[in-house]
Every structure is written in C-alpha cells, then in structure tokens.
C-alpha cells in the first residue's frame, strides 16, 4: 500500500494568552494531540463546531503555523519550517482556500493578475505560458474570459470562490486544504461550488483536506470524515459508513442535528448544555459534560482514538473493542 | 376558516427598485409555515414589510390582515400593540440582537409591561418564570445580567422568552439557527417545538436551510426574486416538487443518506432587482423555459388539492406542455 | 476596580512626566530668558548675573532634576518677570478662564447634543442637511476668525457689545459665544454619528418588533448606547477647560490663563510655563479618569472584561 501523502502525528497547538497588562499568561488548547493520514487523491473530511479546532488543524497541516508538539509529515518527509525558503518553495504543493473569498482576493487587482500571481512568485516557465496557464485555469473553474478582467467587488461570491480555486490551482498543488469554502454562499451556488471542486479532484487528481461545519457537504465530497470536539478528534472513518451508523456519541447527536428533508423521523438526540469553550476544558473525556451516555470513567480518563472495525476509529469509553457495538462492526470475530 | 394572518398582494420597493412583487400567503392558526429562499428572495422583507418595521423609505403597498383586520399602514400606536402582542418577531445572530447595556429582566420585562400590564415584582416573578420555561438554568440570578455574559445559544433562548412575553397568536423567526452550531441549532429548534405544543403558538420560520424547514413545518413557500413561485405542504414539496427552481434548489442539497449523486447546480445567478426580466424572473436559468415564460411573470396557479405553482410549464406532463395561456 | 484605576493613575503620572519635559527641552533651546526679559540693550555682567541667579548656566540635565526635585517638594518656581511664585500668578487668572470655558462647555452641551439627535432622528432631511452644513462651518472656521469677525458685526457695527476687556457681563458674551460654536459643532456632528450607528443595529429593530413605541426605542434603547463614545469626546471638551481658550482670550482681550500663557511662552517665563503645562496636563488627565470610570458605568461590557483581566 502506498504511504498516504499528508500524515499527521499528534499534533499540539496551544494558544498563550495573557489576560490585560499585567495579567497571568493562560493556555489554551486549540489542537490536542490530532493523529490522522490522508492517501494521494483522497479528499478526508474535517467536521466540528466552534471550538473544535478543525480550523487551527487546518493551518497546522499546511504548515501556515508552527505546531507546539506532534509532526506533520508531507510526501513522506517532515514540512519545514515556517519563513524558510524550502517553506516558501513547498507553498507550490500546497493550497488553502477560505471561507471569505472576498477578503482573500485583493481589491485592487483585477482577477487574472491575482490569479497569475503564483506563477510569477514560483518563477514558473515563462511569460507566454503563464499568460497561457491564466486562461487555463479560468476555464477549468468555469469563470469566463472576460471575468478577467473585472475586480473582486464586480463578481458574485460563487464567481470569487472559484477565482480563488483557480489561483490556488496555479502552481499544480497536490493538496488542496478547504476552510468552509462554501459555507458563506446561497445553497444552490454551494452546490456549483461542490461540483466544481468534485470534478477538479478527479481531473487533477488532488488531494483535499475539506473543513466544514455542515455535515451534509462534508459527506458528498468525502472519502473519509474525521470528526472534531474540543481539540481531539473523537471519531475516524469511510464517511458513508460513519454518517450512516456514527458510534461515538457526539457524532450521533451532529448526524441527528442534520436537519435534511425527507428523513425518517428517528429519535432525535437534542444535547444538553451549553457548547464547549476550549479556555475551560472539562476533565477526562471532554464530551462529558453532555454526553447521554457518560458514566465514571469519562470523567477521569481521555480516551484513546481506537480502531474498532477496518476503517473506523473512535474514541470513547463505550466502544472499546470488546464492546457491542465493535462486534456489531465486525472487528471482533 | 379565517386565516390568523394573511397578506394579499404585498409589494415593496426602495427607491423605485421593487424587492417584493405581489406576496400572497396565509398563516392559519396553531400552524408551522415554513419560508424558503436564497439571497435576493425577499423572505425578511416580507415579514419586516408586514409589521411596518421597514424604514420610511420603502413603499409599501397591498393587504396584510391580522384575524380579518387590515394593519397595513395602521396607526402606529395600533402597531406597537400588534408587534410583540399579537405578532412576535426573532432574529439571526442573537448575540447582536439584544441591546448590550440592558439587563435581561429590563428587556423582557419591557415587553411584559407593555403587553401584559405587570409591574414591579410580578414583572420580576414571570420574568424568571419564562427564563425557566426557555432553559435558562439559575434564572433568579441571571435576570440581572447583560447579553454579553450569556452564549449564542443562550441568547437566543432570552430572545424567544421574550417574544413569548406578550402571549403572540404568530412568532416569525427569522434564520433562528444560522448564526448556531448544529448541536446548539437542534436545540432551539426543539424549543421552539415544544412551546408550540404547549402554547398552540403559530409560527413562520424564515431559513435558507431546506432541511430545517423541512423538518419543522407543515406547509412550505418557496421565494425567488420578490417572488412565491410555490407553496405546498412539507412533504409534498420535498418528494414532488413542481416549479423548476423549487425542484433545482432542493436537487442542490447533499443527501446525508442514500446513495451519493451530483448535485443539480441552477446555472447563472439571481436577477438584480433593478434589471429583472421581463416574464418569469426564472427563466433565464431555468431548462426548461419557453416563449410564453418571457412574456409575463406567471401567476400562482392551484395544482391539486393544497398546493399552488408559479409556473406556466407543467414538468410532470412531459417537456414542454403548457397550462393554458389565458391561465392567470 | 482600585487596581483599575491604579494603572490608570500610573499611566497618567507618565503622561504629565512627558508632557513637561518636551515643554522643558523646547522652551530651553528656542531662546535665552535671560536676553528676553532683560532686553537685547542689557549689558552683559547683568544677563550674566540673571542667568546665574535663574541657575541657567546649569547642564540641562541638572536643571531638569532641580525642577522635579522641587515639584517633589511642592514648589513650582518663581516667575522670572516679576518674582512671584508661579503658582501664585496661575491661579488667580483661573476664575477668569473658568467664567469663559463653563457658560462654553454647557453651550455645546445644550446645542450640539439635541442638534446631532435630531438629524440622526431625520437623517436625509433639509433639517438634517441644514444641520450638518452648519456644523461643518462650526468647526472649519478657526475661532480668531469667528470672533474678529463677531467683533466687527455686533462690536463695530451695531455697537451692541463691547469688543474686548472684562468689565461687565455683556463682555463675556461674545467669547463664550465664539468658544461654544465650534464645540458645539463638533458635538453635533459626534452625536449624530453616533446616533446613526447605534439606530442601524439590530437591537433597535429588536426593540421596535417588541411593541416599543419609536419614543421609548430612542430614549432608552437608543441613546443610552450612543453616550458611550459622545461621553469621550465630552471628556475631552471638560479637560480644557483651563487652557482652551487660548485663541479667544487673546482675541477678546480677556485676562485668563490662556493670555498668560502666551505672554509667559513670549518672554520664556520658563517656570510659568511649565505651571500653566502641568495644569493643564492635569486636569486633561483628570478628565480622562472621569471618562474611563463612567465607560465602565455606562457599558456593562468592560465591566466584566476588567473584572476578568484583573485576574
């Protein structure tokens, strides 16, 4: 089996505080101990609340942040660091879009010559093939020639979003990381955006890292889901499966809270309490607080992220693997 | 049966520029109407537009009648009344919609007073009473605390309790859960459920999440550009919807279950309002437009027992077969 | 909350330590006191004596010293024109400042307030235009301008008030006059933005979807948020009123603290000077303190956000 391209070895990021001039500096933990692997031309889904840390993750694993403990390793060696020039050169394999494209154009430069950027950075070839590359990738991200032209302000937050896809596709990354890149757009451009982003992915055989809040989009265009609470991914997995039968119970209660039309009314699993903050971590589990099914153990122990079945990891107390639901699975023979 | 509200051709304009062209809906009593559109669709401004909480520049015209009374244009003594008493209204983003230098039991007292006519320790007493009744733990304490210390979720909780002080027959809840995580939106959503089935309280949810409204409304209406171009019950819509756009906007959305498919992506974008075409505000994106689509904006049309169409082109009778022109 | 305002008393010791010094080093370099008061025809043995009795022969470092030492122990120098205590000479001006600043600080209070509520209630309206070009002309004529130019119309021309002096109360009109329009226009200009922010948030449309009549929207949702920042600005007016009226009382001939500054500044009255300075830094300070306090009175916000930061 081929090593995956993007691995991710518990992975630490704690943000220091100080509260006021004078006050005592505080930490608080954004990303503890965050262990995934992504394969070449798979797309993994990252799926939280606020809090989660999915977005924090996503810096990390680009390397646009330095991690305080754990590994991030590319392509099989470990990214360097930030500033340097093998930092900056690594920037040709790997992207970032966002959620607010309009803030992540720039206002006074027309689309195509933001879109040539990298290329002119990268010292990509020469002129006539970048100029040939531009129009390249207008095309493929489906914005018309003369969209060129226009600034920012002009176009429409689908036609931004894609002209951010078309700079971050410039330099033929490999890997692709994806912040809610749909979340700000009406539903019926969501989907424009979803396709486009689908389509690309096979031609151009990306990989992807897709952060999302919403569940929904997360499935349609993942392989594999990872699912985030407070810092430490709870839950591992083919997303179809996971979504279909999820076993740790905060994503029970995510799934549950999907609201999609023309779904079985099952039995609604409505969490109580107030949603985490990462400055006040509970103890043990971090779920705890509002998890149905907590009992003694929770409180004192995190649980570990264990493979219960191929292809699917969780971490609770309740789906050790000897308990049913593993059996359920099908891990224990 | 008399609807508890109904509008009836309600317009509006901004400086000549017509964002609302002819709104008829009704709500009848105890019922979950559900509001559906994109951007641009107009599904606030209707609301705003019918309890006169549009700025003094929007032109306002047409019929919005509360239990047969016409409060369109009414005396603004008659529509303090109305708001909050009769009609009640929610909003996005909770955080930003309380004032942030009032206390809780200050701005929902304000609303008991004026609606119920306490004063003084009752006002205090059913205060907490309805903090309680919204899941607001240690409300004796918290009545006295500012917006500001509370989370999203919890504002807007505060939000509802005090829409519920004024026992309305209608609460229209603008996007209530698109500023919330999904954990925290399921939760509102489950409130406001409940104090439907206690209360017998009407409602209008407002969202561009098809699935929220979806699950929580008996009848729906689909908007675009200004526009309804369906309305049918809940489970009719989302299984057999008519109108093209209808059948695009919910072909869009990602299954969370079932088999994967590519989602239909309605080609181009919304109309700006002060270029809209000429007939059908659709047609220009829509597949399966024809000559008379152009011509005049389709009227809503009755298909089948509780459901009406905007649409001159009948999809399930083939590709283009065409209700009859004089149809309006 | 004490140690609040103890980190502000401590930034505000800092403040007054600067604002001296430049005062020092500037008023030192341009310009020898000495040459000044004595006169340019003084034989030298007598500038030299002056300058020796004055300690201006000192290092500057150690005349800096000295004037700190001595604040420490209360006294604040002499003046080098007539031999009194510098104190002395600024306090018994202050009342006459104090006749002029007060009537001004309740004049922009009475008219700028109502006047930038108001447009903000009608924005787009001719009151509101006609409210805003005035203001605009408030603030852009320099107040000499404004006040020759009263002079010349109900002085000269009409007679009807005195042009200068400080005899009777009618003399007091046209300076009070001329310092309040200025502020005032400001204050209505502040307010109505102020005002304009507040009425677009959502809170407002909150209040009104409530039932709330406009009346009781505007009174008690609307303006309370709206004082947060004018209160700021109205700080700042009240931390002038000792030394704000320089222009106007130059141009009225008035005898306040601000003409005694500008005489004091002529002849490098050092230690007059840095008296009126410090005073004036202080009261400045002061009413920075007052406005920080009443921040945390006014916004519920910064309460809990002290209270946190303090931990």
């Known amino acids: 089996m081929t090593a995956p391209l993007v691995s991710v070895d518990r992975l630490v990021r704690i943000y220091r505080m100080r509260t006021g001039m004078f006050g005592r500096p505080r930490g608080v933990c954004a990303v503890d101990g965050v262990t995934f692997s992504i394969n070449r031309g798979e797309t993994l889904g990252l799926v939280g609340e606020s809090g989660s840390g999915k977005s924090t993750t996503g810096r990390l694993v680009l390397g646009l942040e330095n991690s305080d403990a754990g590994s991030v390793a590319f392509n099989g060696s470990r990214l360097p660091a930030m500033d340097t020039p093998e930092w900056r050169a690594s920037r040709a394999r790997m992207q970032m879009i966002f959620q607010d494209p309009l ?34 990738l207008m095309r493929s991200v489906r914005l018309s020639d003369d969209v060129g032209q226009r600034y920012p302000h002009e176009l429409s937050g689908g036609q931004r979003q894609r002209a951010v896809l078309a700079r971050a596709l410039a330099t033929k990354p490999d890997f692709l990381v994806c912040d809610e890149p749909v979340s700000a757009l009406d539903v019926s451009i969501q989907a424009q955006v979803v396709n486009l982003l689908i389509d690309l992915q096979a031609e151009l055989d990306l990989t992807m890292l897709f952060i999302s809040h919403d569940l929904r989009v997360v499935r349609q265009i993942s392989e594999r889901v990872a699912v985030m609470y407070l810092g430490r991914v709870v839950e591992l997995g083919n997303a179809d499966d996971l979504f279909v039968s999820p076993q740790h119970p905060y994503t029970q209660a995510l799934v549950s809270a999907s609201p999609a039309p023309g779904r079985r009314r099952g039995e609604r699993i409505v969490l109580s309490g107030d949603p985490p903050n990462p400055a006040a971590k509970p103890s043990g589990c971090a779920f705890h607080p509002r998890c149905p099914s907590a009992f003694a153990r929770c409180r004192a122990e995190a649980p570990a992220l264990v493979e219960v079945a191929p292809d699917r990891s969780v971490a609770c107390h309740l789906t050790g693997l000897e308990s049913p639901a593993a059996v359920a699975l099908g891990a224990v023979a | 049966m008399q609807p508890l509200v109904s509008l009836d051709s309600l317009t509006v304009a901004f400086n000549g520029v017509k964002v609302l062209d002819g709104i008829s809906l009704s709500v009848g009593r105890g019922e979950a109407v559900g509001l559906v559109g994109e951007s641009g669709s107009g599904k606030s401004v209707t609301w705003l537009a019918a309890l006169g909480l549009l700025p003094k520049t929007a032109a306002v015209s047409g019929s919005v009648k509360l239990e047969g009374t016409e409060i369109l244009g009414a005396a603004p003594a008659t529509m303090d009344r109305v708001r909050g008493g009769r009609v009640a209204m929610i909003f996005q983003d909770p955080a ?35 903090l309680d009744l919204v899941g607001i733990p240690d409300a004796d304490r918290r009545l006295s605390a500012y917006p500001h210390e509370f989370s999203g979720g919890q504002n807007q909780r505060i939000m509802i309790a005090m829409a519920l002080a004024g026992n309305p027959d209608l609460l229209i809840a603008d996007e209530p859960t698109t500023a919330l995580d999904a954990t925290i939106q399921a939760q509102i959503l489950e409130l406001i459920r409940r104090v439907r089935r206690e209360t017998g309280m009407a409602i209008v949810l407002i969202s561009h999440d098809l699935g929220v409204v979806a699950e929580n409304c008996d009848r729906v209406a689909v908007m675009y550009a200004g526009r309804v171009v369906e309305e049918a019950p809940s489970a009719e819509l989302f299984d057999d919807p008519r109108h093209p756009y209808a059948h695009g906007l919910i072909g869009s959305l990602p299954p969370i279950d079932g088999p994967r498919r590519r989602l239909t992506a309605i080609a181009g974008t919304v109309p700006d309002p002060k270029a809209m075409p000429q007939g059908c505000a659709f047609a220009p994106r829509c597949g399966q437009a024809a000559a008379p689509c152009g011509t005049k904006p389709p009227g809503l049309r009755a298909v089948g027992e509780n459901r009406r169409v905007a649409c001159v082109i009948d999809r399930h009778a083939g590709a283009t077969d065409i209700i009859g022109q004089a149809a309006e | 909350m004490a140690r609040y305002f103890a980190i502000r008393i401590g930034r505000a010791m800092i403040t007054i330590a600067l604002v001296v010094t430049f005062a020092f080093v500037v008023l030192r370099l341009s310009g020898d006191p000495a040459l000044i008061i004595m006169g340019p025809e003084a034989p030298p043995e007598v500038i030299a004596a002056f300058r020796k009795a004055w300690g201006l022969d000192d290092p500057i470092w150690m005349q800096y010293f000295d004037y700190f030492g001595a604040i420490a ?55 509101d235009r006609a409210v805003m070009i005035g203001a605009v002309a408030g603030f852009t004529v320099p107040s000499f301008v404004l006040g020759l130019v009263l002079v010349l119309i109900f002085a000269v021309q009409l007679g009807w008030l005195p042009s200068g002096g400080q005899e009777t109360w009618r003399h007091a009109i046209l300076p009070v006059f001329t310092l309040g329009i200025g502020g005032a226009a400001v204050l209505a200009r502040f307010t109505r933005s102020a005002m304009l922010e507040v009425l677009g948030q959502s809170y407002i449309r909150t209040a009104s979807a409530k039932g709330v009549s406009w009346r009781a929207v505007v009174l008690s949702h609307a303006l309370p948020n709206a004082a947060i920042p004018t209160v700021t600005i109205i700080g700042f007016m009240v931390g002038t ?66 209270a946190a930061g303090a931990h």
């Open chain 3, 73 to 127: 122990k209360g006294e604040l120098g002499r003046s080098m024109r007539d031999g009194r205590p510098a104190i002395a000479l600024v306090l018994e001006r202050i009342p006459a400042t104090l006749t002029l600043t007060i009537p001004a600080l309740l004049l922009k209070l009475a008219i700028g307030i109502p006047g930038g509520i108001f447009a903000a209630l009608h924005r787009g309206s001719l009151i």
């Open chain 1, 103 to 136: 803030g992540a154009l720039d206002r006074r430069l027309p689309i195509a010559a933001q879109v040539r950027e990298p290329l002119d950075i990268h010292a990509v070839e020469d002129e006539a093939f970048r100029t040939a590359r531009v129009q390249e």
């Open chain 2, 96 to 130: 930003s919609a309380l004032n942030p230098v009032l206390t809780i039991r200050r701005q929902v007292g304000e609303s008991l007073a004026l609606h119920r006519g306490l004063s003084g320790a009752a006002i205090h007493a059913e205060a907490r009473r309805l």
């Open chain 3, 241 to 306: 009123l000792i030394a704000g009226a320089v222009v106007v009382e130059s141009v009225f001939s008035w005898p306040g603290v601000g003409r005694l500054l500008v005489v004091a500044v002529a002849n490098r009255d050092l230690a007059v000077v840095q008296c009126i300075l410090l005073l004036v830094a202080a009261t400045m300070v002061t009413s920075n303190l007052i406005v920080d306090f009443l921040y945390g009175f006014l916004d519920p916000r910064l309460r809990s956000r002290e």
